[in-house]
């Protein structure tokens, strides 16, 4: 781009962008021969860019965008490799523990509850929003929106709500098989009644949330159509909604996953097993941080209009809590599976207590139907049922 070149230059854009970039060059020091300036001034391409969006239709703002960026040899960042490396590593260790789980179920003759076929259903929808990674990543995600064919972004889109109706459900479901597998686990008593309140509000929230996922906007096609400014419609503000549900989702995660930390501490076990077992149950937390993390990268998608760059923390976040939120649902199955290999580590014998006062009482393996040893022998389901008479 020269003195020579830039009437062509500005011809070859729409004339919108041509009056923009004339503008911002009479603002600016540089002269009209001087490509180095023009293109390396952040100024003068901010104000000439920042004016295309704002005085040109969208599909011509961004097609400025892109010619005018090349002709300057600007390269295009790209992070499009990202999130399917991560849905695919980490999708691929929640598949793992998923089965495992389920084998040292069915293999070693215990019974399946609803624990594990929640934590199943709960593994399908995060397995669908994990492969949504791919065809997302071929359609554009993780590169500049001006770099994207339109047909692409489009579709790009589609693919993002088929991705977002099956967050919902997915966190949902994994939270449900922790509240199951807690009434697996512990006796009958106050605690319970706050397990099926918590489940309660867990199966409304994640409806709720799906359907609002569904229909956020009307027509439903207008959101993968509503960026070309050529389809009529509204929305509901996607920025206020996610601020509350995660809000909402975080203090969820936080009462389930704290919900058997009291209890627990309450076993008669040695202070080393204890400890293992309340670290394996903490380990939740880390849905939490995932989740705070998740939410900072929504609040920076919500205020952006590069959406195919900047969406694409919040859906490798998305992916990532889903996947490590089941890996931790499937974490008491580990001790079982473990105890051939480090049998120092998980000894075979019992001891638990609900009362403070009550000294520790040996407990024989109870061999029933629903026999489970899910915290194997750092504490057994055996032990906990034992106390409920």
């Known amino acids: 781009m020269n003195s020579t070149l830039l009437p062509e230059f500005l011809s070859d854009l729409p004339a919108c962008a041509a009056q923009c970039f004339e503008t911002a060059m009479n603002a600016s020091s540089c002269a009209t021969s001087d490509r180095w300036c023009i293109c390396t001034g952040e100024s003068l391409l901010e104000s000439a860019i920042g004016c295309y969006s704002l005085s040109c239709p969208p599909k011509e703002s961004l097609s400025s965008t892109n010619y005018t960026r090349a002709a300057c040899g600007i390269h295009e960042e790209s992070k499009a490799s990202l999130t399917p490396a991560l849905a695919g590593s980490l999708g691929m260790l929640a598949l793992i523990m998923t089965c495992l789980r389920v084998s040292q179920r069915t293999m070693m003759k215990h019974s399946f509850g609803w624990d594990d076929g929640l934590i199943v259903m709960a593994m399908g929808c995060a397995a669908i929003l994990n492969l949504m990674a791919f065809p997302m990543q071929k359609h554009g995600l993780g590169t500049n929106i001006w770099t994207i064919p339109f047909e692409d972004i489009t579709t790009q ?233």
């Not at 077992?277 to 990268?297: A, E, H, N, P, Y």
């Not at 859906?315 to 990532?320: A, N, R």
């Open 157 to 389: 889109l589609k693919l993002l709500l088929i991705a977002e109706i099956f967050y919902m459900p997915a966190e949902a479901l994994t939270q449900l098989s922790f509240l199951a597998f807690y009434l697996r686990i512990f006796p009958p008593g106050h605690f319970c009644y706050i397990v099926y309140a918590l489940a309660a509000i867990s199966v409304c929230f994640g409806i709720s949330n799906t359907l609002i996922m569904i229909f956020q906007c009307l027509p439903v096609s207008y959101f993968w159509n509503s960026w070309s400014g050529e389809a009529t419609g509204s929305c509901i503000n996607i920025s206020t909604y996610s601020w509350y549900r995660a809000a909402m989702q975080i203090a969820m995660d936080l009462s389930i996953i704290a919900l058997p930390i009291y209890p627990l501490s309450k076993l008669a076990l040695s202070r080393r097993k204890k400890t293992l077992v309340l670290l394996m149950f903490c380990t939740g937390f880390l849905i939490t941080v995932v989740s705070c993390l998740r939410l900072q990268s929504l609040i920076r998608f919500s205020k952006s209009a590069n959406i195919s760059m900047d969406n694409n923390p919040a859906i490798y976040w998305s992916m990532v809590e889903c996947d490590v939120a089941i890996v931790c649902a499937c974490m008491p199955c580990l001790p079982a599976l473990l105890k051939p290999l480090l049998p120092a580590c998980f000894g075979s014998r019992y001891y638990a207590t609900t009362d403070e006062q009550t000294p520790p009482v040996k407990l024989e393996r109870i061999r029933r139907k629903d026999e489970f040893s899910v915290l194997s022998t750092a504490v057994s389901e055996d032990a906990l049922m034992a106390s409920r008479g």
